[in-house]
């Protein structure tokens, strides 16, 4: 119990220390995105119910400060469809709106953490590996999704080099910052008496 | 599985339901809040920020900086020189345009100073943090200024602190015209474009328009949220398409190097 309200906490300051990452301008202005990356960490340290609590928390929080909410621009339709291509018949540009909603990034921490939640037995035993690897898979993911789906919205496709090179930045300091918080999170397990690792036949707690 | 597990997912579900039924002043209420209680973290790591870069930055010859002194200070005065020369005559404008029955005045009258906070970290959007919010004037949806041009729009604000959609951001849409024709746009920038200042797309202009590379590029004042006549860029490149013109637009502002600019207040009715 002790654990999962220290995850919590740790959580909450995750975003205000989100604040002073800087980014690496040579790599697309790429940056390592604390909240989300400690998201993912967690998510296989806490038991199921938790870790949807720590989604819906990171999700609500992420769409609150970073979410842009644009308005149906209903003149900037109008213009574009009188405009010169007006005469061809006139079609929606597809620019209206095109922010992605908000609450949209709870329901993808909730199914990554899902999917997080698959190696837990594997984290159990001490084999930080594949959660490592599964961190930057679910961080290229988050990203990949999220840009398809502007994308989708937007109506054209369209992946120039520059967007790749950024996910794959980003999965990499995910990646490179994972272990320092699997490291985190067992000091914290141990102070707080909370076994996640696989002993042998014996474990106190098997986290569900 | 489990029940516990199970009252867990219908709660996540529920409550994930209840957050996308959320309306838009809602939610722009709850990042307006959010925003509030983190504007002391994004002041205090703009400090870090500029304290680092200063401590890494490169030894200043003292002589270079006293001649800049210098330079700067007949600059102020030539300026203050010119600065009210131009009340005179904004004053006189004023007056004359009252006089003939105009309605409004110059929508430039309320400009709100702020000071670029830092860049937003956010994932996909090229945004950027000033210090001044609702508390000092600044709305959603205002014209952001430099005395060069367009910077772009509010968009959340906190009561100290406000998120500046830049010109750069695909999401940010200025109706604009060519200068000196008729051909009006849609300027907006690119999806994936993540250099500080990427090239910007005017899209719907007429096929095969005579429009000639370094013409500057101006806001035309439709949509409401933008004042005409601010300038926008320059004309790089004109390609036709499908069924209208584009042309390539280099942004008439340098972003990488903006420290200072003007939100268009509440009481400034645009054109």
């Known amino acids: 119990m002790l654990f999962n309200v220290s995850v919590i906490a740790l959580m909450c300051l995750t975003f205000f220390a989100e604040e002073f990452v ?76 095109s922010g992605l909603g908000f609450g949209y990034s709870i329901i993808m921490f909730g199914v990554l953490g899902c999917l997080m939640q698959g190696i837990r037995p594997l984290f159990k035993k001490g084999r930080w590996e594949l959660p490592v690897f599964m ?70 707690f098997d986290g569900s | 599985m489990k029940t516990l597990n199970l009252i867990a997912l219908l709660l996540f579900i529920a409550a994930s339901v209840a957050v996308f039924m959320l309306d838009t002043p809602t939610t722009r209420t709850v990042q307006s809040k959010v925003m509030a209680i983190f504007a002391p973290f994004m002041h205090a790591s703009a400090t870090v920020e500029n304290t680092t870069s200063r401590a890494i930055a490169e030894d200043i010859d003292p002589k270079e900086l006293l001649r800049e002194t210098e330079a700067l200070r007949l600059k102020v005065q030539k300026l203050t020189i010119l600065s009210q020369r131009h009340d005179e005559l904004l004053e006189e404008n004023n007056k004359l345009r009252n006089m003939i029955g105009y309605r409004e005045r110059s929508p430039f009258k309320d400009l709100i100073a702020c000071r670029v906070i830092k860049r937003s970290a956010a994932t996909w959007w090229s945004t950027l943090i000033i210090d001044k919010g609702s508390a000092d004037g600044v709305a959603p949806d205002r014209a952001v200024l430099t005395d060069v041009g367009l910077v772009g729009k509010t968009g959340k604000v906190s009561p100290h602190v406000s998120e500046v959609i830049l010109l750069t951001d695909e999401l940010c849409r200025v109706a604009a015209v060519i200068d000196g024709t008729r051909e009006k746009g849609i300027l907006s920038g690119e999806r994936g474009s993540l250099e500080n200042t990427p090239d910007l797309r005017l899209r719907f202009l007429s096929r095969n328009a005579p429009i000639a590379p370094g013409t500057n590029v101006i806001s035309s004042g439709d949509g409401g949220v933008f004042p005409s006549g601010l300038l926008l860029g320059r004309v790089k490149l004109f390609e036709n398409k499908d069924i209208s013109g584009e042309a390539l637009v280099e942004t008439a502002v340098d972003f990488t190097k903006l420290e200072d600019v003007f939100v268009v207040g509440s009481s400034a009715t645009p054109p």
Not at chain 1, 57 to 72: C, H, K, P, S
Request: proline share 4%.
């Open chain 1, 135 to 204: 961190v930057g898979f679910v961080t290229i993911v988050w990203l990949l999704v999220q840009f398809i789906i502007i994308t989708f919205l937007r109506g054209d496709v369209f992946f120039p080099q520059e967007v790749w090179l950024k996910m794959v930045s980003d999965t990499l300091m995910a990646m490179l910052a994972s272990p320092l918080i699997y490291l985190v999170l067992h000091t914290l397990a141990r102070a707080t008496n909370y076994e996640i690792k696989y002993e042998g036949l014996r474990y106190r």
């Open chain 1, 22 to 97: 800087p980014a690496v301008e040579i790599a697309q202005n790429a940056r390592l995105f604390l909240a989300p990356v400690f998201f993912f960490c967690a998510a296989v340290a806490v038991p199921f119910p938790t870790m949807l609590m720590l989604a819906f928390m990171t999700g609500f929080v992420w769409d609150a400060r970073y979410a842009q909410l644009i308005a149906e621009d209903k003149a900037m339709e109008q213009l574009a469809q009188v405009s010169s291509v007006g005469g061809y018949g006139g079609f929606s540009t597809g620019l209206s709106g």
